[in-house]
């Protein structure tokens, strides 16, 4: 299957104990010639808190069924992220439509710096120290998907190492 990341590892949700975090619910309608019919959409995030992390959007004409598929669609998107002593390897910018984050690694104790977005996506992954910055369009789709993108980027020593063919060493050496 074609990706646009080259390290994308996606994982199976068996076995693993996923907590969710609801990024979300709106109030949508769909206009009919018998008047307006109203739904729901919920987003939700899921994580194991240990770098396995999800997303998924849920669409029902009940908040709680709508939040139930949800968490589903989130267990079919599983994906691993590169993490290094609870934070980040490096900086990292995502986007995706109108919206933009940046995410920086911060040092032990400085905590999770971040919107509600971002922030139950970073708690989702297990990370603890972090800076970000949301910028663009607030809508909360939009910036879960571009701070997917920015962790999606993400790459360990390990994976430089073994893309380019050497040690880890040579990586911080050379």
Known sequence: MYHKYSNVEHVKPSGLELQDHLVGVQRVTKVTKGGRTFGFSAIVVVGDGESIVGHGLGKSKDVATAIAKGIENAKKNLVRIPITNQTLPHEQKGKYGGAKVFLKPASEGTGVIAG????????????????????????????????????LRLRNAEMVAKERGISVDKVFKG
């Open 116 to 151: 509600g977005p971002v922030r139950a996506v970073l708690e989702s992954v297990g990370v603890h120290n972090v800076l970000s910055k949301s910028q663009g369009s607030s809508n909360p789709h939009n910036v879960v998907k571009a701070t997917f993108d920015a962790l």
